[in-house]
């Protein structure tokens, strides 16, 4: 399964390891405004990180 950041659903991003109800409660709030251009741009959340982001790219299943 593959996850599009600006397009996903609640439980879709929930699938995503890393990302946790609040998280994708942000992600959801954020894209809204500022659409994501790529997977760095999610240090703009609260509580995600270099290391988290690099996580999440090498699950292999997010993308923008």
Do not use: H, W
Not at 24 to 30: D, K, V
């Amino acid at each position: 399964m593959r996850v599009d950041i600006n397009k996903a659903t609640m439980e879709q991003l929930l699938a995503i390891t890393q990302i946790g109800q609040v998280r994708a409660e942000a992600i959801i709030e954020y894209r809204a405004t500022n659409p994501f251009r790529d997977l760095y741009e999610l240090s703009a959340i609260r509580g995600i990180g270099q290391k988290r982001i690099d996580a999440i790219i090498s699950e292999g299943v997010a993308y923008c």
